[in-house]
């Protein structure tokens, strides 16, 4: 009788060992998935923190198209190419924003790029949604907001 207890502990002990493992293993998981998301958000910021510089540099240049508030880089842009076509200077400027806006989609495809009221003036927003977007303000770490220069904007 004592050998049976004894063979049936030993396998209690086996199962338990299984369950630690399985828990362990299910918890590293959960430790690599929550990296990953971590290194995915870290690359998107990144790449979207240059695209926002770079956009934002382009609307400070020069006299834009009187942009009023609403979502930039959601439509296509019924311009000709403008590098082998006689363009007016209107459709030169929808023709540069909508190159900007195809290599920007390549690169993040999820983003959202508006211009909207912010105070006196108004500001470009890049987020990862469009919701998010809306709901940016001056200073919040999950979206970019940069005031444009006066006279850029509508």
């Known amino acids: ?43 998107w910021r990144w790449q979207a923190q240059h695209w926002f510089e770079v956009f934002a540099h382009w609307q400070s240049l020069g006299p834009q198209s009187q942009l009023g508030a609403g979502h930039l880089c959601e439509q296509e842009a019924l311009v000709p190419p403008c590098d082998s076509a006689q363009c007016n200077f209107q459709d030169v400027q929808t023709w540069q924003q909508q190159r900007f806006c195809d290599l920007l989609r390549q690169t993040l495809p999820e983003v959202s790029v508006l211009i909207k009221p ?37």
């Open 118 to 154: 912010c105070g006196e003036a108004m500001c470009l927003v890049m987020a990862n949604s469009r919701v998010t977007a809306q709901q940016c303000r001056l200073g919040e770490g999950h979206c970019f907001m940069k005031v444009l220069p006066r006279g850029r904007h509508g």
């Open 1 to 43: 009788m004592d050998a049976y207890t004894q063979q049936g502990s030993s396998f209690i002990e086996v199962l338990v060992a299984l369950a630690l493992l399985m828990v362990a293993g299910v918890g590293m998981a959960m430790v690599q998935q929550e990296t990953q998301f971590v290194q995915q958000q870290t690359l």
